[in-house]
């Protein structure tokens, strides 16, 4: 098969594999909106570490897309172009970055500790574009004037333990798939088939 196919597939694959991971959700409903608890992280995660800096993020763009043109794709079965203004859009478009930085930084990784700081990095990434968002739309778009802090403690604060559990759980994941795909010539970095 092309090896851009195969790319462009594996990246569609992983787009299919965060909307999934958004039908499998927890709400908890807080003030201003729903917190959404859900598996998407650990998708995106590990969309960077196998597809790399180009198509894991492709991936993530292609879950926006699908979104947006109207699919009930995002967490709670939303979808449609209104959603750039929902308090979580930033967080979709830090599905993007994090996926790009596990994929630059994944190359570098040895064993588990490498992957799990590879993948922590990548949710500091997440949170570097996700935070800021929310705040812009809870506090300006939304009108509700919040603070600073009280956005932190609500877009942050739940999140820290269930995605610290999702770092340790795509490191490891990664350090045992990725030397295997790597040594069957599926990765770059691999012997070639």
């Given at each position: 098969?092309?090896?851009?196919?195969?790319?462009?597939?594996?990246?569609?694959?992983?787009?299919?594999?965060?909307?999934?991971?958004?039908?499998?959700?927890?709400?908890?409903?807080?003030?201003?909106?729903?917190?959404?608890?859900?598996?998407?992280?650990?998708?995106?995660?590990?969309?960077?570490?196998?597809?790399?800096?180009?198509?894991?993020?492709?991936?993530?763009?292609?879950?926006?897309?699908?979104?947006?043109?109207?699919?009930?794709?995002?967490?709670?079965?939303?979808?449609?172009?209104?959603?750039?203004?929902?308090?979580?859009?930033?967080?979709?478009?830090?599905?993007?970055?994090?996926?790009?930085?596990?994929?630059?930084?994944?190359?570098?990784?040895?064993?588990?500790?490498?992957?799990a700081l590879?993948?922590?990095?990548?949710?500091?990434?997440?949170?570097?574009?996700?935070?800021?968002?929310?705040?812009?739309?809870?506090?300006?778009?939304?009108?509700?004037?919040?603070?600073?802090?009280?956005?932190?403690?609500?877009?942050?604060?739940?999140?820290?333990?269930?995605?610290?559990?999702?770092?340790?759980?795509?490191?490891?994941?990664?350090?045992?798939?990725?030397?295997?795909?790597?040594?069957?010539g599926l990765?770059?970095?691999?012997?070639?088939?």
């Amino acid at each position: 098969m092309n090896l851009l196919l195969r790319n462009l597939l594996l990246a569609t694959f992983f787009a299919v594999l965060t909307a999934v991971g958004a039908m499998f959700s927890i709400s908890i409903p807080i003030p201003f909106y729903v917190v959404p608890f859900s598996m998407q992280t650990f998708v995106v995660l590990m969309s960077g570490l196998l597809l790399g800096p180009k198509y894991g993020p492709l991936s993530q763009a292609l879950y926006i897309v699908m979104g947006l043109i109207g699919l009930p794709v995002f967490a709670g079965g939303a979808g449609g172009p209104q959603y750039v203004f929902s308090p979580t859009f930033g967080f979709l478009l830090g599905f993007v970055a994090a996926s790009w930085v596990a994929g630059a930084l994944a190359p570098r990784a040895k064993n588990f500790p490498h992957y799990a700081l590879v993948c922590l990095a990548a949710t500091v990434g997440l949170y570097v574009i996700a935070l800021p968002c929310f705040y812009v739309l809870v506090r300006f778009v939304a009108g509700t004037g919040i603070t600073l802090v009280r956005a932190l403690q609500i877009a942050f604060l739940p999140f820290i333990i269930p995605d610290l559990i999702k770092v340790v759980a795509a490191g490891c994941l990664a350090s045992r798939t990725i030397p295997m795909l790597k040594e069957a010539g599926l990765l770059p970095g691999g012997r070639a088939k």
